[in-house]
């Protein structure tokens, strides 16, 4: 039972069908004019139901499918369930939610409990990957990806004097954007918001909206344009889609934090890629997700003996 | 009665005061040490009272302060008096609000209304620069800037087939963002709001909020996202500082109006500053509104008869 | 009755074919090895019967040859009623015609008149392409975008003060240099000079070459060089194709009524392309006119009475 | 006692002089031509003793100085002690050697040990400033600078999965080639050697000659293009310096590290130049090392009791 | 006998082998799974026995293989044979052992004769590609390309007043890197360390350990230094690879020199592939070697007699 | 005598005149407000007789004025005696003249003849800079930058199988913009048509023009739009100010060539500016011209025995 992507080359000539569940990704091998009818009506995020083999066709694994593939309603599966998760989250929930624990700031800490102690919020924070097919592509990626930026930014902070409060805040808040921005039933893919508005600015428009359902400002306007200023900035420059660069030493510490965790997830991502590299230490492959650099996969043991990690 | 603004060499050897008022800028003759006195208490944004007399040194006019300047207290007078002005700018509303009512979408013309019927917000915006020393820097400069792209949006809008009311609402909202990002009150500054939120997010902030206010949604969530999208975009290219590019005709159309009615208001007041000229007719300065190019004032009538434009 | 343009995969495992004609362009479905008599000799530009049927496959409809392609003489067909076409084109001679009328200086019109006035540069110019693959690719488009470009240069002309006259004279010497660079006989191309000096050189060459011709000059070197610098300077930077950037306020005005003709015509051009959406209001393909950006196509009414405009 | 630099205007008018010492920088107020006896001989670098005092002149503290500067001995004083300093390094190298500890690879860890072991590397690396004029610019600001980045760069390893032992080796070794590439007896400034080379590829050198003394090899040629990389990749892109980008995980999180250390002390030292904010928020002044960004020095509290952090 | 590489389809449906001798390359006809036992076994790199005919299809040249391939052992053949060479590389040696004899500085001609006149070094840096698919991609192409580079030093140093023997030092040295940064035993391609490290800096590296092994240094530390200057500078600008740019004028000259071998070359082998024009004067094809142009090969004899060169 | 140039500062407290004659330039001391007497009338570019005695003032020389400026009229200077000079031009025509007498290809030759046969153009041509401030800014600069171009053209040519009669065509014409494009008498300064046109442009038009004075056609049109190929595209590309870029063999050699000649120029003018060097082997400025490099400048002999270069 498996969910599934359609490709075609130009021309039509064939079709193969990329299958994905929780725990990967196989290419069909191609189906011809005369396969039609095996994938007749479905179409891109579509769960359905594969017989067939998996077999290797010049080194890399393909699956051959032998009979029609059976569409599922969406209602019947848990589609989740098919797509690539980090497991469960409990543990990033609990570093984040610790870490709160410790602000001194009763007015940041309200404002972020606005979200964060929020049942509903917490449950699509939960679930919402980080990415599309980037880095920490997966359900559950964001509260991961989350966790990870806290923990460098509490680093980063503590080395160069920022206000801790407000490094967390800025990380608890900087990709809220997404929950708006993503769509995650079936496959990854960006809403039409996404597309129009980006997750930088749904931030700090979700921000915005949910201090305005208090009756009573949880914090001072110049307080608000701190937190939106984190938000909006925490790509770094304008040429990366934030609208304004760093001002603040906590917008600085985010950025990097935010960046650190991204490339490096997605350069430990690449080196996972085993087909990338074939026989070889250097990949075969310029991964996109590291502006199209290579990676190298050192085997040396440096004299070490092998019980180690 | 003039606004003052300082400047001083590194090492500060002397200082140069820019005096400015609704007719324009002159600078003074430097202060030395010994004049010291003159000029004490003085800051830049202040109103004085100035004696002194205007000469001219090596082709540049200057102004010889001969007595103290004179600190007069702000509510005294109405400083914008003081600032350049595009003068009247009942003509500019006219335009716009007589486009305004031919709108035929009613919750377009509805959401429009909440800002555009709103007499503090008229207010505010019929007097607001439309940069701080850049195009139409003068009080009322933001809706004479605005009345130019609606008229130029209006007309690449009919050539491209785009939807007449979508464009005239993105004209009209696309730079309220500089209400909250600007100050006009004795100098023409960021606000601090301005600097850590930019323009283009204030202005989709003010239309969140204020649809916000209302009970009932003025209009969809759809809708609100092209709209904000039209706000978002309007600076074309993420380097130049819109978190998202143009995704619809209506925004691309805003787009190269806005950049039309800027840069050629640029170029415009280049060629009307005579000292930059001399005597030639390629001017010797280069001007950074128009990213470093020099500007060219013909002189040829073509065989005209001289009776004018 | 079809023109034809060859496409085949690296490895020649088939050929596709595009079959266009003056209502749209049509794939071919595959041709493998055993179908090659069919397009034998068959080459990009010829012109050829077709005998088929269209079929879709997988949400794409093919041209399914079921006969050999027959080619046809040259002489035989008026090619350009095969190749897309922007209609009739007396309506932009009309504007175009009716503002050259209003102009006041003498020699500014004796200039665009021994061009505009003569008719064979009004037929050549009256069907050429603006673009070969891009904005008004079709036959006619370039006096359509020229009277686009015209509208639009009068109403930034206006607002920003610029002499109506000059902007006009750019608006009808900027493209000229297409004639000599495009070839639409068959398929759209460039010819060899085209490549080798490009349009806005070719350009300001042809202008040069026709006032070369006449015994007294028409006009005086200063004024030769404003029409030129105008000529140069439409593509408004170096990296864009101009050798100079504008300096003139006519030359600002042309280069952004000349982008905003040809960016908004792209995207409308876009949201058109039914296939690029699907289902979908955000375009599953980034278009390379639109710098690889993506389109949304809104469908709501906001409301309004579906009486349509 | 103080450290002095000079300046002088295009055209002489005058000259400032830049003190310095441990506590900080101060200019001069101006040498006009009567004053110059009071400067003679004095040249960038040199130690001079000075009296006078200091004064305010519009806003700025400058030295009025009323005897002639007296020339000091260089070996006279220790002129570091005039130069900015971190202060007392024991505690970052009890940190470097504390983690060098940890070390379970042991040719990683005997080569680390040529140079971590060396007395004399140590007393030059633990003077060594970090950089000439932007971030960590100060006696011991290299080693300071290193154990930010070894904090840092270990919970970005940690969180990413990298060889903990790697990615110290890389923080241990990616700016040795500061010590051949900076000079800080009087002032900072770049050797010769620094400007041909390169901090980069001279740290690259001296490992490389390091190991060459010696007589067997304490790694393997792959081991030492692994250590090299980690070195040449530290500055991530071609443009910055690096002559190749990263390839590996322990290079990736390097890179960030470095970056994050060195941009948030800049920021940092940018909200405690006073005078670049005076009444403002928001500073007056662009900072270069921030990429001409601005600053904002927040004040607000959140609510919190004043009892600090 | 050919060397062998496998591209294959994302998908797989059909494999192509480019099959390479030293007097070209030739794609075979596609391989489908039925074909799958002829190519068995193969891998990029292998030198194979072929058996088959050459056909033509569409225009373009395909081996038709007709029998397995059948696999040689790597001993058995002299693999250099089978790919593409410059000849004879005599003729270079001579030129620049000509040109070194006339250095007149002894200890730079001590420090170039360690490499140049070791035989091993000679060896392998007669046999060396410039490029792994670029420029004097060819068995021997190093010596050639460095004698095109040094006849146009020689010339530019001369006009601009270089110093003679350094510029042929440049030369000399500035791609010995490129021998661990290659590997040319049966295909072109880059070895790990190459990958890692760069060429530039492998270079640099390179002579930096062949002083080393000197008991007395060749030559002075700033002297050295000026020649790893020339090696590392070579590519004249950062975001090329170089971590330094020129800052001496035989830098300067090299870089100039480097380029200009380089580039003409790329564009003199661009236009003998016929098959890139058809029947055009201009290439349908963009090189990716020279930065995506196309390129014009004229045919006019500007009316010279036809005996010509 | 000498001819001068006026700088003044921002707030004008004092002015400083640059003075140049054929063998260099100096710079005045200041004149403050009672001197203005002294410079009464005087402009940029007028010839005037300075009395005065040249003083060291903090390691500049600079000119004290001790009587009036005296203003020379026009008419009585040849002030291209005031201006630097390259010096007898005979051994570049020479040069030129030789190769160009090489050619043998008819109509080639006959068109350049057009030129450089033209005493009028010879005279101009011998005269122009190559550059207002840059490389070869002298009288004669543009003939002997020609020169070099030729010579270094003449190699790469050679080396990169070019044909040699196009390669010289390209050298000759490819500036003969500049004569337009420049004026030479008093100050190096860009004309009008120079500003508007550019001189990559003014050469084609300047080539065209000439060819169409001919009653028959010297080449024909393919052969012309080769030799403008060579004139548009020798910047090489189009940032740099070149329409098109190179796409023949030999406009790619002009190119390198070109750039050689003026960047090496560049180099070594820097390295002959001992003040911007002071004690230092390094600049302590950073040249513009050399795109903010800054050089150094070795003293080493290598062991090589003194005698003379």
């Given amino acids: 039972m498996l969910e599934a992507e359609q490709r075609s080359f130009d021309g039509g000539a064939y079709t193969v069908l990329t299958f994905g569940n929780a725990s990967g990704r196989l290419l069909s091998a191609p189906f011809f004019d005369k396969d039609l009818p095996f994938v007749e009506g479905v179409r891109r995020g579509h769960v359905v139901q594969v017989i067939g083999d998996v077999a290797e066709y010049r080194g890399r694994r393909q699956l051959r499918v032998t009979a029609p593939l059976r569409l599922l309603p969406a209602a019947a599966v848990d589609v989740t369930l098919l797509l690539p998760t980090v497991g469960e989250v409990t543990r990033y929930w609990e570093v984040l939610d610790g870490w709160r624990r410790e602000i001194r700031k009763p007015r940041l800490a309200r404002v972020l409990g606005l979200l964060y102690d929020d049942d509903d919020f917490r449950a699509r924070y939960g679930r919402c990957p980080a990415s599309i097919n980037g880095h920490h592509a997966a359900i559950g990626g964001l509260v991961k990806h989350t966790a990870e930026v806290a923990a460098i930014a509490r680093t980063i902070g503590r080395v160069s004097g920022a206000d801790p409060d407000l490094v967390l805040a800025g990380v608890l808040l900087h990709d809220i954007g997404k929950l708006e921005s993503y769509r995650w039933d079936g496959v990854f893919e960006y809403s039409d918001g996404g597309h129009l508005l980006g997750h930088v600015v749904l931030g700090a428009l979700m921000?915005?909206?949910?201090?305005?359902?208090?009756?009573?400002?949880?914090?001072?306007?110049?307080?608000?344009?701190?937190?939106?200023?984190?938000?909006?900035?925490?790509?770094?420059?304008?040429?990366?889609?934030?609208?304004?660069?760093?001002?603040?030493?906590?917008?600085?510490?985010?950025?990097?934090?935010?960046?650190?965790?991204?490339?490096?997830?997605?350069?430990?991502?690449?080196?996972?890629?085993?087909?990338?590299?074939?026989?070889?230490?250097?990949?075969?492959?310029?991964?996109?997700?590291?502006?199209?650099?290579?990676?190298?996969?050192?085997?040396?043991?440096?004299?070490?003996?092998?019980?180690?990690e």
């Fill in 207 to 308: 921000l915005e909206r949910r201090l305005a359902l208090e009756a009573e400002a949880p914090c001072t306007p110049e307080e608000r344009d701190v937190l939106l200023h984190l938000i909006l900035a925490h790509h770094g420059r304008l040429e990366f889609g934030s609208p304004v660069a760093p001002m603040t030493l906590e917008a600085e510490v985010l950025h990097w934090a935010d960046n650190a965790s991204a490339k490096t997830s997605s350069m430990s991502e690449a080196l996972r890629e085993a087909e990338a590299f074939g026989d070889s230490l250097v990949s075969q492959r310029k991964f996109w997700q590291l502006d199209y650099r290579r990676a190298y996969r050192g085997v040396s043991d440096w004299g070490a003996p092998p019980a180690g």
